[in-house]
């Protein structure tokens, strides 16, 4: 850059080489700007051939000329000196930056060096402890077996079955086809765990059952490898999979449409035991630990408790006494949605997270790592969200300024603990309770504006507001069902339906009467001729519309609204949640409409 | 003879500034005149005067401009700026005090010994 300043200049100036290195010599002297340097290189060349001209040898004038160095130093003082204010500044300025620059400079690369040369030392693994416990369960105690055996038997299922929104008259065409094979099933669900193998590959045997099932052939690489398998799930609590929902799914829909059959059959045997079944799926969905098995376990005890009303209300009187109490039992104990949500095993696979992502210095704190976060990325499978992090330079780059800007292990589980334990006070809390701080506008508050303080809080933490609503609305399914079958029990028993609900009389128990939406007694109405009856909450808006249902009857149902935030809502919004939530008897489209 | 650096750089600024008041001079034309015309008293070096000439103009004493010599080449001339004059002016009138005074003390005097031509001076 000197060089450039000044090389023109000299390049024209005609002199020799030993009085251009003088001149280069003084002006090489730093701080001083391009042009300054410029206007003294010329200076100099013209004292130079000035002196040439008056006779003097080149070498004389370079002797005459002094030391170079310090004639720089001089020179440049003097220049720097002769500028204006303004320029002063400027330059000040100008090093001040230059001068940061290098602290930043040398910041980062200390930084650099700590994020390139550290790497995580996972010191527990998860997998295994899980396995372990996964292996502890009898082998009488375990449904599995059964389930996969039933899987076996249901090679021919054709695929739209396995869909979500499957054929409703092609299942139950299919379960009275294989009978046997819903035995098994019934069996199973009598069974206290499921008991899936602990596995981070998939499972080879419900692959070949499921390629039976669609026609398809196994893709295997040249080395035998499953094309599906992972290897950066290999070991890590969040690769373990749980092939088991899907045909565990199957099999209640099978029960499902097995129990419609059997009530159009007239055996409402059949129809209780594929009920209780159904709650046994559940009830083993909702002891596993993992949330999505939660939720499932709550979709189908919905479905259950959905059927048993249905049922109830199309044939009263089809069911003897004992097996309406077993019907209420089923529901009343063995309710996977009563017991409060298991968050264990998110926080194992948080600690799991951090072990992998963080280095480990003994004492419980660490710090990002470049291999760490290689691992985030593609253990979270980021794809194209997350900015900066799809990118492999700019992670490099970035890598070591997430030191600085992301929470450290200790602060993270700390961070982490915090939170943890305040929702767990959350998920303890009746639903018609509001918290005086709402966990998920923390969470969502913590995803805006320290989604890089804290990435894997912010994106492992799971919707637990969504969550919470969940499972209050399973709750009260299932307790519209115990109801609905303690009142058709009173029915049969009193020859009428009661005037209000009493649970001592209706021997049910007494939370069983509670609107979730609001914490009091749902509201119960027999209709003039004493024939019928209406159950309902009071829905979202937790306003009494004279069990006049909502618009989408019971599937519509979202959280509750407190009253702070309807008053906020326009017009339009709050019409689609006006309506109660009718749990008896199940709304039909004749239904009225909302006003 | 030799002159010290502290006397130099209290009578070089002076001696330059009185060389400029009757017209503007190049550099290496001031080094020459100040030598031939002190005796090689008041001679010094190119990186002695270069320093001081940006400094005299830094204090607005002397403004630079690049002109065209007889040569045909450019060269840079400094020229008193008012501010220089009046600078000149008390300067000069604060060097005749200090000769009176020393005359009066006797350190100076008519019978003093005149230098030699070839006297140099310390940078």
């Known amino acids: 850059m000197r060089g450039a300043a000044i090389g023109p200049v000299l390049a024209d100036s005609g002199l020799g080489e030993p009085v251009l290195a003088v001149i280069r010599s003084v002006c090489a002297k730093a701080r001083l700007s391009r042009a300054e340097k410029r206007d003294v290189a010329r200076e100099l060349v013209e004292h130079f051939h000035a002196g040439i001209e008056r006779g003097e040898t080149a070498e004389a004038l370079i002797a005459e000329f002094g030391d170079p160095h310090a004639a720089g130093k001089l020179i440049a003082r003097a220049v720097r000196r002769k500028r204006g204010p303004v320029r002063r500044a400027f330059m000040h300025a100008k090093r001040g930056v230059y001068a940061l620059a290098g602290l930043l400079l040398v910041i980062y690369l200390g930084l650099f060096a700590r994020f390139m040369l550290g790497s995580p030392s996972p010191s527990r693994d998860y997998v295994s402890e899980l396995a372990q416990r996964a292996e502890a369960i009898p082998e009488s105690d375990r449904a599995w077996p059964l389930y996969l055996e039933a899987a076996r038997r249901t090679t021919d299922a054709p695929p739209s079955l396995l869909d979500y929104e499957h054929d409703q008259d092609a299942t139950r065409e299919y379960a009275a086809a294989h009978p046997g094979v819903l035995e098994l099933i019934r069996s199973a669900s009598e069974r206290p765990h499921i008991g899936y193998p602990v596995r981070t590959s998939p499972d ?195 890598g070591p300024a997430s030191l600085v800007v992301t929470a450290d292990r200790a602060e993270l589980t700390a961070k982490y603990d915090e939170i943890m334990l305040s ?170 409409v909302p006003e | 003879m030799k002159i010290e650096r502290e006397m130099m750089r209290g009578a070089g600024p002076v001696a330059v500034l009185h060389l400029l008041q009757r017209r503007p001079m190049y550099g290496y034309e001031l080094v020459e005149t100040l030598e031939q015309r002190s005796g090689g008293v008041l001679a010094m070096g190119q990186s002695t005067l270069y320093p001081m000439l940006y400094n005299l103009e830094g204090k607005g004493l002397v403004k630079a401009e690049w002109r065209s010599a007889e040569s045909g080449r450019d060269r840079k001339y400094y020229a008193l700026t008012a501010k220089g004059k009046k600078r000149l002016a008390d300067d000069t009138q604060q060097w005749r005090a200090v000769t009176d005074a020393m005359t009066k003390l006797g350190v100076l005097s008519r019978f003093a010994r005149p230098l030699p031509v070839s006297a140099g001076v310390s940078a």
């Open chain 1, 204 to 398: 080879p045997e419900l692959a070949r059952i499921n390629a039976l099932r669609t026609g398809t052939v196994i893709e295997r690489a040249a080395d035998g490898a499953d094309p599906d398998d992972d290897a950066a799930y290999n070991d890590t609590l969040i690769g373990v999979l749980l092939e088991n929902i899907g045909e565990m799914r199957l099999h209640a829909r099978l029960l499902e449409a097995d129990a419609d059959l059997a009530m159009g059959q007239g055996d409402t045997a059949r129809f209780v035991s594929d009920t209780e079944a159904m709650i046994g799926i559940a009830e083993q969905f909702g002891r596993a630990r993992t949330i999505i098995e939660q939720l499932v376990g709550w979709a189908i005890a919905s479905d259950a408790s959905r059927i048993v009303r249905r049922a109830i209300e199309a044939s009263p009187g089809a069911f003897d006494d004992a097996q309406l109490r077993r019907l209420q039992r089923a529901m009343e104990t063995r309710d996977a949605a009563r017991k409060p949500v298991d968050l264990s095993l998110e926080r194992l696979l948080f600690e799991d997270m951090v072990q992998r992502i963080y280095t480990d210095n003994g004492s419980g704190n660490g710090h990002l790592t470049r291999s760490g976060v290689r691992t985030f990325t593609e253990l979270m499978d980021f794809g194209g969200g997350q900015g900066l992090l799809d990118d492999p330079t700019l992670r490099f780059l970035a």
């Open chain 1, 423 to 592: 929702l767990d006070a959350y998920m303890r809390l009746p639903y018609w309770e509001e918290p005086a701080v709402h966990p998920d506008v923390e969470l969502e508050r913590m995803h805006t504006q320290q989604r890089f303080r804290y990435p894997l809080i912010t994106t492992l933490m799971p919707a637990l507001a969504n969550l919470r609503t969940q499972q209050a609305i399973t709750r009260q399914r299932m307790d519209g069902a115990v109801l609905a079958v303690a009142l058709e029990r009173h029915r049969m028993r009193e020859g009428s339906y009661p005037t209000r609900l009493v649970a001592r009389e209706l021997e049910v128990p007494a939370d069983a009467l509670i609107d979730q939406m609001t914490g009091h007694t749902l509201v119960y109405s027999v209709s003039n001729d004493g024939l019928g009856y209406t159950l309902y909450s009071l829905g979202m808006d937790l306003d009494d519309d004279g069990g006049v249902p909502m618009l989408g009857g019971e599937d519509a149902v979202r959280a509750r609204i407190p009253p702070s935030y309807l008053e906020a809502m326009s017009q339009h919004e709050r019409a689609k949640i006006d309506g109660d939530w009718v749990l008896f008897p199940l709304p039909t489209e004749n239904d009225p």
